[in-house]
Structure formats: structure tokens, C-alpha cells
Nanobody, 118 residues
Framework: QVQLVESGGGSVQPGGSLRLSCAAPASLSNIYRMGWYRRTPGKYREMVASILTGDKTTYAEFAKGRFTISRDYAKNMVYLQMNTLKSEDTAIYYC????????????WGQGIQVTVSS
């Protein structure tokens, strides 16, 4: 059972920042892509950002210019720095891992709550 562990969520005022972290097992060596998705109330899960091995990144339109995704290859971790947060960023954020040769995310974290409210 592969477990991804997310941390760094919480509550913040509009305009504030949060940094999410996600740790994949050290034994997982064939990672192709790591990414963040989110689910807002009443909506389906949507992509926030992803990063390939080699650091090619992709962002949703709403994340461009505000969010930054990064990876620590030595620690098998992925981060999401979120700045200038808005109330509509309130959601449960999920970390995902896609393995080499796969066409989809193979593993997901349990999700972490981010609440942006004054």
C-alpha cells in the first residue's frame, strides 16, 4: 500500500499564503509526474498543477502567477506554494503520483483542507 502524506493546509485570510507538502515513500523510484488537484464544494476534482521528472510544470489558469509547484527528488516530495489566496481557493487539496509508463495518477493522498476566509 503506497501512502502519500500531505501537510501544510489550514485556514488563512484572503491575500495570505500557504505551502502544501506531499511525501511519497522513498521506495517509490519510478515517478513520472507529481501533481496537486483540488475539490471545491459542489464541484468535481480539478487539476491545480503538476510537475514532471525534469521539472516541466503545468498549471491551471486560476493557479498561474499565484501558485508554484516544485519537487525535491532526494526526498520524493512535492510542494505547492500558494500566494495571494482567494476565498474560491477554499477546497480539499490532493497530492497525486503518476508512475512511468502509466497514463493516469496511480496514487493519491488522503486530502488536506485549505480554507481561505476573513
Amino acid at each position: 500500500q503506497v501512502q502519500l502524506v500531505e501537510s501544510g493546509g489550514g485556514s488563512v485570510q484572503p491575500g495570505g499564503s500557504l505551502r502544501l507538502s506531499c511525501a511519497a515513500p522513498a521506495s517509490l523510484s519510478n515517478i513520472y509526474r507529481m501533481g496537486w488537484y483540488r475539490r471545491t464544494p459542489g464541484k468535481y476534482r480539478e487539476m491545480v498543477a503538476s510537475i514532471l521528472t525534469g521539472d516541466k510544470t503545468t498549471y491551471a489558469e486560476f493557479a498561474k502567477g499565484r501558485f508554484t509547484i516544485s519537487r525535491d527528488y532526494a526526498k520524493n516530495m512535492v510542494y505547492l506554494q500558494m500566494n495571494t489566496l482567494k476565498s474560491e481557493d477554499t477546497a480539499i487539496y490532493y497530492c497525486g503520483v503518476e508512475l512511468e509508463g502509466s497514463a493516469f495518477y496511480n496514487y493519491w493522498g488522503q486530502g488536506i483542507q485549505v480554507t481561505v476566509s476573513s
